[in-house]
Every structure is written in structure tokens, then in C-alpha cells.
């Protein structure tokens, strides 16, 4: 199958009425090079196999196939017809500035037209294409006019023009009502003479092409920057899905289904590579299958079998035997199941990814007629058609609705999945209404209602003609337009730190301005009206880590990170040397090697573990008390990990009764707050407190009225559990 | 062990996440790094008793062939094991009845209750069990096995406690159900009653939530005689639970069991923000979560036992294990391999912290029904958050449906998570003739496409059918009309995964047979629409037009099995394989063609791509 192509210049003026701008506003010079550059960054990152080239006109220097003499001068071919990349993007970064010269914008465009004609010779182009940037500040002869005419027909090249300010004429109340944001006023006001004329010069190439939407093809800068999605983008042609429209078993309507709404997904994953060598070849990640016994005894592949949960069995059921009896069924289909009123299919409840819009076979006026009857009189009926929908053989079939969806210019049928009854879950929440104590009072109720109306994104005008402030639909997707901006930055500045978020992304996302200025009043008013109190957690938690101020000023995602991280670090540091006692360095990581290794019997080195904790216990210090802390917490977690609750419990029980005498309250407390508290039945099978008991065990006795404070303690005891079984070991053994 | 579970738990809570969030976290590494920072909190295990009264009451039929109560529940039961084994079968369930004449619990303290299930998780057996049950048969066994004596719900409740104490699990939710036919259990047994009422409340002290699902009888059942101080209070202040009327119909009661029986879990609580400093907090819940077959177990083949799977990451030159601060990310575009940290990669995700912030409103016509893009989700306040969220989201809530607007919102739900425009779609509180909620009250976020998501279609052209064509149409539309139900279909796929599993589990020589509920009842509609379709089509076709000819050829093949008329296969000789590597032109081939050469010669291929091909096919050939 031949890939289909295009070709494209952008052809871009840098001459010297480019570089003026009036004071505070950025060089047309400037917006015109930013324009290019975010086209050919889209180019680069959706991997398009357009070709491009890149003319500048107004240059100091000439370097173009038609100069001779005097004629085609300051205009440089600065690249040639080739796929878009990094290189391209560096040189517009950093070749690209403003220059002195000026030059005829027609002999540009004569320039590229030569260009993609010679360049395009003997292969085959679906598309041809010159996007020309300039403000037409430079008087040119309308001579050759009607030949550059013949001749771009006659090539089948296609015009862009984006220039600085907007053609106002046609572009309002366009038919699809598209605002095209601000920025319309002063078309022709304070253009000068050779801007005008080569304006109409413009208009009449354009709508010589393009009769009727010639000029649609001409954009300001600012609503090309805005509105990136404007450039004529190859797009991945949505595959046509071609089926039979069945209602019962006669009547058959050949029709084509298309995806037309689907959430677009990150076309590239990011692959993993080696720190040093940046090579993807030097990393491996291996999974290996382990019993789950004390010896983690490996399992060769070969000798795992797959099974399946039915409840609390687990049946083994073989790849093959799976194949065999699985749901089997006749393939692509789209069968009418029956016909049901509109507002029974519940918006909420539409359930996959995606919209199909179903349009009768192409070129068959039959099944048009056909389909037009069914949608039409779907429509006139409100009802929707429920079918049977499998994409193919190999795909699971679905229940959907069929939607009528009649426009001006076509008509189809909308198709979206319906659930299964297994995929619902019937949950009912408290009334609202009912509910004396959440019941909003008139005041408040009118506060709300006020606080809509200023918050109206979708206005009348006096014409009746509705404009909507905020079209979710117009907004590009800020994940890739995120994604890719870094990409950029760091292929361009590889050392660099990561560039903010682009203003212009950012205020994309944000509430219209004018939303902001006219609810501010009424938004006073709710907070007025509305208390909202934080129910503040009995009392703030402070664990041993905010002591030793770790999460100070660090943000939450580095936070959850290093947290995960550090698990991994000790155990990298547990695996390494020879650990034979319970040393004072760190008690705590010998005390989980010692364990580990199973050479000494865990009595003997619980023992060892508890006489270091005494140990650093008769220093009333805090760095001290953190160091008792870290070994109770790994007493804790290697006691539920070999389900041995005994020894813990009984050694941390003759601790509380030892507080008061050897004054540790203050040790108690910050103990209290790591919630380190007995282990109960709940963690350890054999062990003999209850969780009741677990929980109120570490309330010392004057501060009864404190009880039960924040979380019991068995979540934060489960918390601990995951770390340790965090499956991804990534540790430092050394393996030759 | 109590470990391992509390990770499975939470791996089945991420699952829901990533049913909805599947398309976030490409990365395997980082998707499990943020298992642990949710948001939402790691809970143990549901629990469910069904309490269920074996008195003679039970077991009378109603006239003209009704379900008697007793196998009416039984019924009840039998599809909420069921729909646990496949929903969500690491909730454990119990089976108790009272006012039996034979005893069996497990220190035998208790006379008249039968355990018949204590608790545990739902299996095969016990499904089967339940069958036994069912119908007049299993009227039978109850009255050989159990039989009807004197009836202490005390004793009942009291048995149920110490179901309760005996599970080694930490439960998250405890729920027991009571169904009864009879108001007055002890018949005036004051010191009965007194004691039932003590050991309800030791239930509920315990945070055990107490239904009453009671059946209808001759008089009907009044609540308030005794059973209003047994069962647990409603969580609002309606008392909306006492107000039932008894349930005399199997659908009402599975709903009415179904409801209560599921526990609301959020998603995520986050805030929903309408300005800075105005943050109500909120939960959202999924409604409807695709149910998939879940994920194969792996076993190991001498013993059947669970094998555990470690992953871990070396270095290939020198074979030692890396750190992740040894390694980086990257991605290559346009011929450049741009490389980032770690957590820069994570960073670049990051919009705003984790919450809902209100952009304005529109009107409902303005929510397009083609703009989907994922499954809703549901936001219900939580007041025990941010005190006052309830009350200024009914307002909100009471405001938009009056005024039939939306609410567009931007919505972070986790850390690290780029936002997504949803709107929250106001939906009033809606009960059945039975009191029972059809629809909670709360807003429905329904997800918003952004540009990149709507993709831009050829239009073909569209010709119009006339008048009397579409009204031929509307006759057979309206000859086909059925009550649209979302809970009516079955999945087919899942369903026959389950059969398949309760043969095996079983022995059974075969599984069950499943109904395709979403294949077209061809031959009904067929009988319905009579002539029409012939009318019809008269209309709209052509004499000689046959809609299937062309796409019949394609689907008769697929019949045969195996598309073998697809196109003929051209193949490529050895030698002029051979001639194209002399001459370097094997690159002209296509990549069908080249793995059907690697095919053809059993040579087997690492990837797919052109060059991996390529060299297979050099590397066995060449030389």
C-alpha cells in the first residue's frame, strides 16, 4: 500500500518591516517564527512523513535556483524538501533572526512553487502546500498575477496565508460558529497602501483556488498560535469499518462505521535506560516466579501453569482448554436487539472509550435511503436502536445504543456501549433532601443561584446567536502540548532544568477572565452564606519523620518517591556485608539482616535487638529515642512478617509499665504517634490481643480524654506490610 | 498471609482505578509506585450474614404456585454468592438460619440456629450447596436437614457475633441480613424479646450494620412490633428503611438485597473547588466499571500452589541490579533520543494538586451526547471532611437541576494526573414504588474530549429518505419497542468464563449452557414484523439489490472458519528470496510476505518488525 504523502513549504518573511511592532507587543518577526516553530514541533512529534522545506524571503544574502541578476533576490531556500526534525528545529532556534532586506512576496512564492515542482518530480504527492508568513509591507507587481494562478492550479498547490493582523470580513458568524477568540478589530484599519493592495492581490489568488472557501485559508498569527490545531494536519485516516446493519433476519443495510470520538492516547511510551550509557540495550528487567514459602524457592517458567479464581477456589485451566470453551460467536456485527425510548439510555451510564458515527456503505444511494429512513425516524419517534455490536471475530460483541443524529449537511447513527449488567454496582447514598441538617436555606439557595448566572459560560447575544466562552473540544490536549514542550526544551538544552508550563497552556486551562471578574461578587456571597469548616484530625500527627524534618518544604510527589526508594535502599544495604550481631551503628538494619539470614534463631535475635533498644534508651535525647523508634518499627514488622506476635508484644508491654519509673513519656508519646502499637489478632493469627486492645494500648493512662486519636493503629501497621512486600526489588547485589 | 491479602486488596482497588485510569500510567514502574500514595484508605474485607427465619411460616406457597418466602430468599442468596464470585469474591459470606429444630454452630451453644455457611469467601461448592436449596427439592432438604422449632433471635444474633470474632481477617464492612416473614418472632416472649434486642445492639456496637429484608404475610408486616429497635438506623434522617413495604415479589427483594449489599467505595475523595478558599470535599464513586475476565493466576505444576513473581532490573554488560537512581527515561523523535529523569518524567505530568475546580456553567442542550470518551463516575459530598460540603453541594445540586445547567470543571483526581474538562451533570434522588433508591442523589461527571480526542471524518454524502419511507420505518421501530433496562444484559464473554470455571471446579462433565442475551431473537422479530420488511424494502430497494451479496461472500468464509478466499497468497520462492538478498532488494518486500517466507521456512522471529524479519530470514538463508 502506498503511504500517502505531502509536501510543504513555509515560507517566511524576515525582512525588515517584520522586525517593527508597536511598544509592548512582540515583532510580527517574532510571532511569525513562533508560529513555525510549534508547526514544526507538531511535525517532529506526531512523526509526520510530510516533507518540508523552508524558504525565508527579505534576507540579507540570496541563495535561490531562480536568482539571476537582479531578479529573485533576497530570498534564500534555507531547506530543502525533507522530513521534519530536530536539526530543523535547532536552526530555526538559532539561524533564524530578523534582516534588513525586503523582497517581493510573489517572487517567494514563485520560489517555492519551483521548489516543490522540481523537488517533487517522478513521485507521487497526495498534497501540496505553501504556508506564506508575512505582512506585506513590500510593494510587488500584479503583472504575473494570472500566470502564478494557472500555474498553482495547474501543479494543484494549495495556499496558506497567515498574516499579522485579521481579514475581518468573512470570518465572523461563520457557519460553524467558531469564535475565533479576540483580537478581530482594525482589518484595514492602518495598513498602508502596499498592504492593501497586496491584500486584494491575496483575496484574489485565494478565491481563484477556492472559489468558496478560499479564504478560510488565511489566518491571523494570533489565532494560529492560539488555536494550533488550525494548520492542516495529516491526520491517521480513521479506518473505515464496513458491516451490515441487520433488523431481524431479512432486512439487511450495508453501512460504514468510523471511531469519531475516542480519548487519543500518548502515541510513544518512555523506555528505560541506563544512567550512565543512556542505552536501552543496558537495562534488563527480568521477572523470576517464586513459591511463596520461607526460601522463596524459584520456580523455572516451564513449570507454571495458569489457573483462574472461582471464588475461593483456584481451578487450573490450561491456555489450550481456555482457547477451547471460550464465548464464541459469528464475527462482525451490528443487530438491531429492538428499539427502546431515547431517554431510557442513561447519559451516565454509557460505558468504553469511544463514539462510532455509522454512515450507509459509500456509493450506495440504496442503503443511504435505507439508513436515512431508519435515523430519520428514530428522530421523529425519540427512540434509539439497541444492538449487538462485535468488531470482529477475535473482539468481545457489546450491547449499545444507536443514536440518530441528523445535522444540516449529513446524518448518521451515533453508537455508543451500553453496560453489562456485571459492570453496574447499585449504590445508594443518603438523601439529601430529606436530611434536615444539610438543607439549604432560602439565603443560600439564592446565593447559589446568583453565583450561576454570573458563572454562565454560554451567552446570547442580541441576535439570538448563542457564544460559548469555553469549548473543552477547542482545547488541545495540555498532556501532549505539556509533553511535547519539555521534549523540545530538553532536546534543544539538554542540560537545562524543565521549562514551566506555557503561559498560553495555562490560561487555556483557567476560568474565561471575564467569568472570573463578573462571579467575584457573588462568590463573596457563598463563602458568606456557606460555611465550610475543615474537620481538623483530632490532633496532627506527628511521626518520627516530621521530627527530623524530611518532608520540609519538599513536594508531595518527591515525598511518596523517596519514601518508596528509601524501602528499596535498605534493603539494597541489608543485602550487603556480614552482619553477626545486633551492632549499635544501626540496630535496626542488622536486626532485619540477622532475621533474614536465619543463621541465629529469631529468639536470640529479638534479644539482641532489645538490649541495644535499652541501651540507647538510658540517653534521654531524641536522636536517640528516633534510633529506638527505627528498631521497634523493624521488631514490629519482622515479628507480623514471620507471624510471631509474642516476643514483640510481651517486650513492649513490660516497656509501658517501665515508663513512668524511668520517666520515657516523652519516648512514649512520639512512639504513641508512630501508632506502633501491640500486634493483634488481626495482623498475627496466634497472637492473643484483640485490635480493640491493640488500639487502646497505647494510651498512656493520663491522657485518657486523648484516646483513639487519628487512625487505628492497625492501618498504619498495614501500610508498613506493602513496603515490605513492595515486588520490585531493586537492590544492589551484585551478581557475576 | 494477612499481609499478601492487604496488598491484594489494594491491588484490587488500584485495578478499579486503572479501569478507569488505564490510559495514564503507560509506565508499568511508575503505575506501581503510585499504588501506594492514593488517596483513599486500605480497608479490610466486606462481610455479609444472611439471617435467614426456617420457621414453618417460611415455607408456605402463596396461592396460584407463588415462590414461597423461604425459596424466594434462597434465590436471593444464590445470585449474591454468584455475583461476589465474580464482582468481588474475596468478601467473605455467611448463611445462618434460626428458629430451626436441628442445631449446628460451632461450639453447639446455640439450640435452633444452623450454621449452614460460616463465614468465608463464596466458592464453587458452596454455590452448589445453595442449589440444593432451591424449589421444592430443597424444601425437602430443609426439612430433613434443619427443620421448624422454636425460634431466639437472640441466640441467632448471638451465634452471628461469634461468626464474627472467629475471622483472622480485618473486615472493613460488616452487613447481616434478617429475612423474616414474621413480625412477632417470639410470639409476646418478653424475655426473648429482651435478650434479642440486647445482642442486636452488642452487634451493632461492634459496627455491624442490621437489615431487616421482611417478607410479605397474610396481615402484613409491621415493623414498628418489634423489629424497629433490631435493625440499624438509617444513615440519613428519613428512616426511609422502616417506611418499606414487605417484599412479595423475587425482583424487588434481589434489588432491594442488591442495594444494601454493596458497599459504596470511593475512588478518591478530592475537594471540589469553586475558588480558592472555597473547598467543599467530595468522594467519587464508580457506578459502572467495565467487568473484565479477571487476570490468570499462575500456578505452579506439581503443586496448583500460587507462585509470587519478582521483577528486577540489571544492568545487561555487567549483570549487577540497578538502583533507580541508575536509571533514566527516554524517548526518541525525530532521530534524537531525549532523555529525562525519573521524576521529571513524573513532574511533567503535574498540572495542579488533586481536586475539581469549577470553571462556570451551561446549559444542558449544551452537553454534546456524542462527546464521550470514558464511563462516568459519581460525586456524592463528604461532610465528615469538610463540615458544610453537603449542604452547599445540595444547594448546588438543587440549583442545576432547576435551572437545567451543568457545571464544567476542571479535574485533577490524583497526584500527578494531567486534568481532564468533566461535567457534573446535577441527578435528583429517585425512588421505586417500593421506596427502594433507583437513582442517588449527586452529580455525574461525564468526561469531556479535548481537541485531540474528536477526529475529523470525510463526510460522505448522505441521501434522504421521504416521508413515506421513514413512517414505513417508524411502523417497524415501533413493532420492536422494548423497555430499555441497563441491568438486563448479561455479558456473554464473562459469563461463559464462569460456567467454564464452575465445570472444572466442579467436575462437571459440561458447563452449564449460557444465554446470549445480546444476540437478536431473530426469529421473534421476524413473527412481529410480518410483512413490513418486505413492504419496506419494496420501498427502498431496488428489485434486483441484494445488501448482502457483497459482504455475504466475506461471511460465509468466516462460517467455514478460516478466511482461505481471502486474497490469494503470493509467495516467494527460496530462490527469489535468495536473488533479492544477492541483489539487496529484499527491503522491497513487504512484512506479510516476508514473515510468511520466515514461516514458510520455521524460522521464528523475536519481533515483527522489517529489519528483525529481514535479518532472520538473512541469517538462515545466507552463507
Known amino acids: ?736 | 498471609m494477612v499481609m499478601y491479602l492487604v496488598e491484594v486488596e489494594l491491588k484490587v482497588l488500584m485495578a478499579e482505578w486503572n479501569a478507569f485510569y488505564h490510559n495514564e500510567d503507560e509506565d508499568e514502574e511508575q503505575e506501581e509506585g503510585e499504588q501506594t500514595s492514593g488517596d483513599y484508605k486500605v480497608t479490610g474485607r466486606d462481610s455479609l450474614v444472611f439471617l435467614v427465619d426456617a420457621s414453618k411460616e417460611m415455607f408456605i406457597k402463596g396461592e396460584d404456585g407463588e415462590l414461597s418466602n423461604f425459596d424466594m430468599t434462597m434465590q436471593v442468596v444464590r445470585s449474591v454468592y454468584t455475583t461476589k464470585i465474580i464482582s468481588s469474591y474475596r468478601d467473605l459470606i455467611a448463611l445462618v438460619f434460626y428458629g430451626t429444630e436441628q442445631s449446628k454452630n460451632p461450639r453447639n451453644s446455640f439450640k435452633h440456629v444452623y450454621v449452614y455457611h460460616d463465614l468465608d469467601e463464596p466458592g464453587a461448592t458452596r454455590v452448589r450447596d445453595l442449589d440444593a436449596l432451591l424449589g421444592d427439592k430443597g424444601e425437602k432438604l430443609a426439612a430433613e436437614t434443619m427443620g421448624s422449632g422454636e425460634t431466639s433471635l437472640g441466640d441467632a444474633l448471638w451465634c452471628c457475633a461469634n461468626l464474627y470474632s472467629d475471622i483472622k481477617y480485618r473486615l472493613s464492612h460488616k452487613r447481616l441480613m434478617i429475612f423474616t416473614c414474621r413480625d412477632d418472632p417470639h410470639g409476646g416472649n418478653s424475655t426473648k424479646d429482651r435478650q434479642a434486642h440486647t445482642k442486636a445492639r452488642d452487634l451493632k456496637e461492634t459496627g455491624v450494620m442490621i437489615d431487616l429484608m421482611h417478607l410479605m404475610k397474610p396481615g402484613g408486616f409491621d415493623v414498628s412490633l418489634y423489629f424497629r429497635d433490631i435493625v440499624s438506623p438509617a444513615e440519613d434522617e428519613s428512616e426511609l428503611g422502616l417506611q418499606l413495604k414487605p417484599c412479595d415479589k423475587l425482583d424487588d427483594l434481589r434489588k432491594r438485597v442488591l442495594a444494601k449489599e454493596q458497599k459504596k467505595r470511593s475512588l478518591a475523595r478530592i475537594k471540589l473547588i469553586l475558588d480558592e478558599g472555597i473547598n467543599m470535599a467530595v468522594g467519587l464513586y464508580a457506578t459502572a466499571v467495565t467487568a473484565r475476565k479477571p487476570g490468570a493466576v499462575k500456578l505452579y505444576r506439581e503443586t496448583n500452589e500460587q507462585v509470587r513473581s519478582k521483577t528486577r532490573t540489571f544492568q545487561t554488560q555487567t549483570g549487577s541490579l540497578l538502583l533507580p537512581s541508575e536509571i533514566k527515561k527516554a524517548q526518541v523523535y525525530g532521530k534524537k533520543k531525549i532523555v529525562m529523569e525519573r521524576d521529571e518524567v513524573d513532574a511533567i505530568k503535574k498540572f495542579d494538586d488533586p481536586g475539581l475546580y469549577l470553571i462556570g456553567f451551561k446549559p444542558m442542550e449544551k452537553l454534546k451526547l456524542h462527546h464521550h470518551i470514558r464511563p462516568a463516575i459519581f460525586l456524592y459530598p463528604e461532610d465528615d471532611q469538610v463540615k458544610g460540603s453537603a449542604c452547599l453541594f445540595s444547594a448546588l445540586l438543587k440549583k442545576c437541576s432547576e435551572k437545567n445547567v451543568f457545571a464544567v470543571c476542571r479535574c485533577t483526581p490524583r497526584r500527578n494526573i494531567p486534568p481532564r474538562f468533566v461535567a457534573l451533570v446535577p441527578q435528583k434522588e429517585e425512588v421505586d414504588d417500593g421506596k427502594v433508591q433507583t437513582k442517588p442523589p449527586g452529580f455525574n461527571v461525564i468526561f469531556l474530549p479535548y481537541a485531540d480526542d474528536i477526529r475529523n471524518l470525510d463526510i460522505p454524502h448522505c441521501p434522504i429518505a421521504s416521508p413515506i419511507q421513514v413512517n414505513k420505518m417508524k411502523e417497524i421501530v415501533s413493532k420492536l419497542r422494548f423497555k430499555y433496562r441497563s441491568d438486563a444484559f448479561e455479558n456473554p464473554v464473562i459469563q461463559q468464563h464462569y460456567r467454564n470455571l464452575e465445570a472444572l471446579a466442579l467436575d462437571m462433565v459440561a458447563p452449564e449452557e449460557t444465554d446470549d442475551l445480546i444476540m437478536p431473537k431473530v426469529e421473534q422479530m421476524d413473527i412481529r414484523l410480518g410483512p413490513l420488511i418486505d413492504e419496506f424494502k419494496n420501498m427502498v430497494y431496488p428489485f434486483n439489490y441484494n445488501p448482502d451479496v457483497k459482504p455475504a461472500a466475506k461471511r460465509k468464509t468466516a462460517d467455514d472458519g478460516g478466511g482461505s478466499e481471502k486474497k490469494p497468497k503470493v509467495e516467494v520462492s527460496e530462490e527469489e528470496l535468495k536473488n533479492h538478498m544477492k541483489n539487496g532488494t529484499i527491503g522491497k518486500l513487504t512484512v506479510p510476505l516476508l514473515k510468511d517466507a520466515c514461516k514458510q521456512f520455521g524460522i521464528r522471529v523475536a519481533g515483527s518488525k522489517k529489519q528483525e524479519l529481514i535479518d532472520a530470514l538473512v541469517a538462515h538463508l545466507g552463507s
Open chain 1, 1 to 736: 500500500m502506498a503511504r500517502s504523502r505531502s509536501a510543504l513549504v513555509l515560507c517566511m518573511d524576515v525582512g525588515f518591516s517584520m522586525s517593527n511592532s508597536a511598544p509592548g507587543d512582540e515583532s510580527h518577526f517574532d510571532l511569525a517564527k513562533k508560529i513555525i516553530q510549534k508547526f514544526v514541533q507538531r511535525q517532529v512529534f506526531a512523526e509526520t512523513k510530510e516533507e518540508l522545506a523552508l524558504v525565508l524571503f527579505g534576507t540579507d544574502s540570496t541563495k535561490n535556483p531562480l536568482h539571476r541578476d537582479d531578479q529573485y533576490q533576497n530570498i534564500i531556500v534555507h531547506r530543502h524538501l525533507m522530513v521534519a526534525d530536530f536539526e530543523l528545529l535547532e536552526e530555526i532556534e538559532n539561524q533564524i533572526h530578523p534582516e534588513s532586506q525586503q523582497a517581493d512576496w510573489l517572487d517567494a512564492l514563485v520560489v517555492c512553487m519551483d521548489l516543490l515542482q522540481t523537488e517533487t518530480k517522478g513521485k507521487k504527492y497526495d498534497r501540496l502546500n505553501i504556508a506564506l508568513l508575512t505582512n506585506f509591507s513590500t510593494a510587488s507587481s500584479s503583472d504575473n498575477l494570472d500566470i502564478i494562478i494557472g500555474n498553482l492550479k495547474k501543479a494543484g498547490i494549495t495556499l496558506q496565508f497567515f498574516l499579522p493582523f485579521p481579514l475581518d470580513e468573512d470570518e465572523q458568524g461563520g457557519e460553524d460558529g467558531d469564535s475565533r477568540g479576540p483580537g478581530h478589530q482594525g482589518a484595514g484599519k492602518g495598513l498602508s497602501s502596499e498592504q492593501q493592495n497586496a491584500l486584494s492581490m491575496m483575496k484574489h489568488i485565494m478565491l481563484s483556488l477556492d472559489e468558496e472557501e478560499g479564504l478560510d485559508e488565511v489566518y491571523s498569527f494570533r489565532n494560529a498560535l492560539q488555536e494550533l490545531h488550525m494548520f492542516k494536519r495529516i491526520e491517521t485516516r480513521p479506518m473505515a469499518w464496513p458491516c451490515l446493519l441487520t433488523i431481524g433476519s431479512s432486512l439487511s443495510i450495508r453501512i460504514v462505521g468510523y471511531k469519531a470520538v475516542t480519548e487519543e492516547k500518548r502515541k510513544k511510551t518512555w523506555m528505560t535506560i541506563d544512567a550512565q550509557s543512556h542505552q536501552s540495550e543496558d537495562v534488563k528487567k527480568e521477572t523470576v516466579y517464586c513459591l511463596d514459602d520461607d526460601n522463596e524457592t524459584e520456580v523455572q517458567k516451564d513449570n507454571i501453569i495458569q489457573g483462574f479464581r472461582y471464588g475461593s477456589d483456584i481451578v487450573p485451566f490450561s491456555k489450550v482448554d481456555q482457547e477451547q470453551m471460550k464465548y464464541k460467536h459469528d464475527g462482525k456485527c451490528f443487530a438491531v436487539l429492538g428499539f427502546s425510548k431515547r431517554n431510557l439510555v442513561q447519559r451516565h451510564l454509557f460505558m468504553g472509550n469511544q463514539v462510532l458515527k455509522i454512515f450507509a456503505a459509500k456509493d450506495d444511494e440504496h442503503a443511504g435511503i435505507a439508513l436515512s429512513a431508519l435515523i430519520r425516524a428514530l428522530d421523529e419517534l425519540k427512540m434509539v436502536a439497541v444492538v449487538r455490536y462485535a468488531y470482529n471475530r477475535s473482539s468481545n460483541p457489546q450491547v449499545g445504543a444507536a443514536f440518530p443524529f441528523i445535522k444540516k449537511n449529513y446524518e448518521c447513527l451515533m453508537y455508543v456501549q451500553l453496560p453489562f449488567t456485571e459492570d453496574l454496582r447499585q449504590f445508594t447514598f443518603p438523601s439529601l433532601e430529606n436530611n434536615k441538617k444539610v438543607t439549604p436555606s432560602e439565603t443560600q439557595l439564592s446565593a447559589v443561584d446568583s453565583l450561576i448566572d454570573s458563572m454562565m459560560l454560554v451567552e446570547e447575544d442580541e441576535n439570538g446567536e448563542t457564544d460559548d466562552l469555553f469549548r473543552v473540544h477547542h482545547i488541545p490536549n495540555p498532556d501532549f502540548q505539556r509533553l511535547f514542550q519539555c521534549l523540545h526544551h530538553r532536546a534543544v538544552n539538554p542540560s537545562a532544568p524543565l521549562p514551566p508550563i506555557e503561559p498560553w497552556l495555562k490560561a487555556a486551562l483557567e476560568r474565561p477572565e471575564v467569568i472570573s471578574e463578573r462571579c467575584r461578587a457573588p462568590l463573596e456571597q457563598i463563602k458568606k452564606n456557606f460555611p465550610l469548616t475543615e474537620v481538623e484530625k483530632k490532633k496532627p500527627l506527628k511521626t518520627s519523620a516530621q521530627i527530623y524534618g524530611k518532608d520540609s518544604g519538599e513536594s508531595d510527589v518527591k515525598k511518596a518517591k523517596e519514601d518508596v526508594e528509601e524501602g528499596e535502599y535498605n534493603l539494597a544495604d541489608i543485602t550487603e556485608g556480614s552482619v553477626t550481631s545486633v551492632g549499635s551503628v544501626d540496630p535496626a538494619r542488622d536486626f532485619c539482616t540477622l532475621v533474614r539470614q536465619k543463621s541465629l534463631p529469631f529468639g536470640e535475635v529479638c534479644q539482641q535487638l532489645t538490649q541495644r533498644i535499652e541501651q540507647l534508651l538510658s540517653n534521654k535525647n531524641t536522636q536517640y529515642y528516633m534510633k529506638s523508634i527505627t528498631c521497634i518499627q523493624a521488631f514490629r514488622e519482622q515479628s507480623v512478617k514471620l507471624e510471631n506476635a509474642e516476643l514483640y508484644n510481651s517486650y513492649i508491654q513490660s516497656l509501658k509499665s517501665s515508663v513512668p519509673s524511668r520517666g520515657l513519656e516523652v519516648f512514649w508519646d512520639l512512639l504513641r504517634q508512630d501508632a506502633l502499637t501491640l500486634i493483634s489478632r488481626d495482623e498475627v493469627e496466634g497472637s492473643t490481643v484483640s485490635k480493640y486492645e491493640a488500639n487502646q494500648f497505647l494510651v498512656a493512662e493520663e491522657k485518657e480524654e486523648e484516646a483513639m486519636a487519628a487512625s487505628p493503629a492497625g492501618d498504619v501497621g498495614d501500610v508498613d506490610d506493602l513496603v515490605c512486600f513492595h515486588i520490585t526489588v531493586i537492590c544492589s547485589i551484585r551478581i557475576f
